[in-house]
């Protein structure tokens, strides 16, 4: 059977280890803005829900949503303490590298689709020398859908390549949020365990593929 032609990557979790550098910025972001910010366990909680930030931010203070100032001040205010404090804490995970060039040289599209501010991206990317090896990167931008909305898939991936078809489409990721964005899109998915979703939860979901390391995902990708 015929390999995938575009594996699409979340970011946090999936690429990267981002907690430690999410969860630091959260803390901050709070205490500089005045707001109480829960228990340690309560951030780790809302970081691995995989949503948006914005919806991350108001997971740990239910007051925001019906504050949009509020809020837009507190995400400002984490993308700047994110480049300034977070960046150097964010990693990519061991084999990522060697899996992304094996990947590309057998020809596939690499992707990466997250919530996370574009901009961060490119800066982790740029930082680890990943860049080269990716072909498109959508982040937490203005106009875009967010994950799980399908329409990231359906109305801007698929067209910008219209030679893919969605069986020939991989995605993957480790939250509920990537599993429901492959479910929604048509297309298949492979559950990076490694990563902070839940498991329980995650695996009802049931995903097509499972890994525990980035390093099994080529043979996967080349379904030979």
Not at 23 to 50: D, K, L, M, W, Y
């Amino acid at each position: 059977m015929k390999g995938f032609d575009a594996i699409v990557f979340d970011y946090d979790g999936t690429l990267f280890d981002t907690r430690p550098a999410i969860i630091h910025c959260v803390q901050r972001a709070f205490e500089e803005c005045g707001r109480p910010v829960g228990a340690p366990a309560a951030v780790t909680n809302a970081v691995n829900s995989g949503l948006p930030l914005q919806d991350t931010l108001a997971l740990l203070d239910g007051k925001l949503r019906a504050d949009r100032s509020a809020l837009n001040a507190l995400v400002t205010t984490y993308r700047l303490l994110y480049r300034d404090e977070g960046s150097s804490r964010a990693r990519p995970f061991p084999g990522v590298k060697a899996a992304l060039e094996e990947l590309g040289a057998s020809g596939a599209k690499i992707l990466v689709v997250s919530n996370k501010g574009i901009a961060a991206i490119h800066r982790s990317l740029d930082q680890s020398g990943l860049s080269p090896l990716v072909d498109l990167v959508f982040g937490d931008e203005r106009g875009l859908p967010k994950k799980p909305d399908p329409a990231i898939v359906t109305g801007h991936i698929l067209p910008r390549y219209p030679q893919l078809q969605p069986e020939q489409v991989l995605i993957v990721g480790d939250t509920e949020i990537d599993i429901l964005l492959a479910r929604r899109s048509g297309v298949s998915c492979c559950w990076a365990s490694y990563g902070y979703g839940e498991t329980e939860r995650c695996r009802a979901l049931k995903p097509e593929h499972e890994i525990s390391g980035i390093e099994e995902l080529p043979a996967i990708a080349r379904r030979s």
